[in-house]
């Protein structure tokens, strides 16, 4: 099972780089991607998908998506990414609204706030300052969809069961 879970993990990886060079709008993108983290989560293992996580943000600078003055918040992105699956995966078995709003509130406020703080620091708060609201309220936005997202393909997509 572990091969199909890194195979799996690489498809999932290899179609997020994909659509990064199709340049879909950001909200559309960010729904897409955080729906892969979980879908990953749920359908192989949270450490296939912290792989996710954490190599998206890195493809997205790569790749343009992201621009190059928000480099600093790579790492600030990396760690809200991987935040939001260690949540949604300790409230998997929780109510619908506890795992549609826990994982997607924190991502938000995360990425947000420890990302302002970065830039606070770097002495970028005032050409970014008015980012914050905007990216809080699209981090959580796409979070959500994409919980929501993903557990409409993991309902949909029967799992994979080999002998190994």
């Not at 799996?8 to 879909?24: C, D, E, H």
């Not at 190599?55 to 790749?63: G, K, R």
Request: aromatic share 12%; proline share 5%.
């Amino acid at each position: 099972m572990r091969f199909v879970n890194t195979t799996i993990t690489g498809l999932l990886l290899a179609i997020i780089i994909a659509l990064q060079f199709v340049k879909l709008p950001i909200p559309v993108l960010g729904v897409i991607i955080n729906s892969f983290f979980i879908f990953g989560a749920l359908y192989t293992t949270d450490k296939h998908a912290y792989v996710l996580a954490i190599l998206t943000p890195i493809a997205a600078f790569t790749t343009g998506t992201l621009a190059a003055p928000l480099l600093p918040l790579v790492p600030v992105i990396l760690l809200g990414n991987v935040a939001y699956i260690y949540i949604f995966a300790r409230c998997k078995n929780s109510s619908y609204i506890m795992r549609l709003l826990f994982p997607s509130l924190l991502k938000g406020f995360f990425i947000s706030f420890i990302g302002y703080s970065l830039l606070s620091h770097l002495n970028l708060t005032a050409t970014l300052e008015w980012l914050i609201i905007p990216v809080l309220g699209v981090q959580f936005l796409t979070s959500a969809l994409g919980i929501v997202l993903a557990e409409v393909l993991h309902r949909h997509i029967p799992k994979l069961h080999t002998n190994q």
